[in-house]
């Protein structure tokens, strides 16, 4: 495993005015591993303490308790060594708007220990294998979304590291842009990096990871692949709106077809196992009882379903 963590917490003290503090716990006791070529998410809301924990494991925040080791080191004990084996590529980007990004990324490789004519040679290098090359003597503050972020993945890889941390890295980007990162991002693996990246969007999730963790209240909820996770609801699941939730969920419990029910923002969802054809059945329980539907959809589960079944909430509104 390039990344092993057990227990690990993380508690600021917060200041609340008139000279009083407040412990608050970002991460609270969190164990997980990643695998040598692996994509792997912390899918969670804003505040869930998934930055926290991917800053813990970059050795730029202490862990207030629990070890963790990356690459083979420990973050606290072996910091520097583990600093030589990571990329890391924040939610700010890391890049000068003011300046070229070929300079930010020949300034990133003298940082790494590269001499002057290896830092450059690097630089032409990541830049081709990014299609940077024509927008590289622009001032960042210039260019595009998309290419800031290709720009900031350029960096976190400049020292060829076997691992990399991208913190939320499609946040703000336009679906195109998200779509050709993603493409980037799935490369990395194919060459063997391994990453460890922080997102609150499910269909990212969904399509770039090998395993992932939902991260809720600085703890993990729920571990596995997509698939696994998805399996842990029935296939299927049915959103109605109606007058009176809660006699219809009474009815939908009793009915041997409906796996679980769900009442989450003036919705009901009912989840079940082949949903097309148990469909009409649910209609007629719903007919019978004299509950008149307002809305109805019908959708295969999806991580917010998982999301939904351990917090009580959904994710998107979460996020």
């Not at 997980?32 to 494991?57: D, H, Q």
Request: net charge negative.
């Amino acid at each position: 495993m390039i990344i092993e963590a057990h227990d690990l917490r993380k508690t600021f003290v917060a200041r609340r005015g008139r000279g009083r503090t407040e412990e608050v716990e970002a991460v609270r006791g969190i164990d997980l591993s990643v695998g040598e070529g692996e994509i792997f998410a912390c899918l969670g809301p804003n505040g869930a303490g998934k930055t926290t924990t991917v800053r813990m494991l970059a050795t730029f925040t202490v862990p207030t308790s629990g070890t963790a080791r990356v690459a083979g080191f420990d973050v606290v004990k072996e910091a520097a060594k583990v600093r030589e084996k990571i990329g890391y590529v924040g939610q700010a980007g890391g890049i000068d708007d003011n300046a070229p990004g070929r300079a930010s990324l020949v300034m990133a490789a003298r940082i790494a220990g590269l001499s002057r004519a290896q830092a450059l040679a690097r630089a032409d290098e990541l830049m081709a294998a990014f299609s940077l090359a024509e927008i590289a003597d622009r001032p960042v503050k210039t260019l595009s979304g998309g290419q800031k972020r290709r720009f900031s993945l350029a960096i976190g890889l400049v020292n060829r590291p076997p691992l990399v941390f991208l913190d939320e890295p499609t946040t703000g980007l336009d679906p195109q842009n998200r779509a050709n990162l993603w493409d980037e991002i799935r490369a990395l693996r194919d060459q063997g990096t391994s990453v460890l990246l922080t997102t609150h969007y499910l269909d990212e999730a969904d399509a770039l990871c090998d395993r992932l963790v939902i991260v809720d209240h600085g703890r993990i909820v729920a571990e596995g692949t997509a698939a696994e996770l998805k399996k842990e609801v029935a296939g299927d699941v049915v959103t109605l709106r109606l007058d009176d939730l809660a006699a219809a969920r009474a009815l939908l419990d009793a009915e041997p077809y409906i796996k679980e029910t769900q009442e989450e923002g003036g919705s009901l969802r009912a989840y079940l196992d082949d949903g097309e054809h148990n469909l009409p059945a649910l209609l007629r329980a719903l007919e019978a009882g004299g509950l008149a539907i307002r809305s109805i959809a019908l959708d295969r589960a999806t991580l917010d379903d998982v999301f939904l079944k351990h917090t009580g909430r959904s994710l998107r509104d979460a996020a």
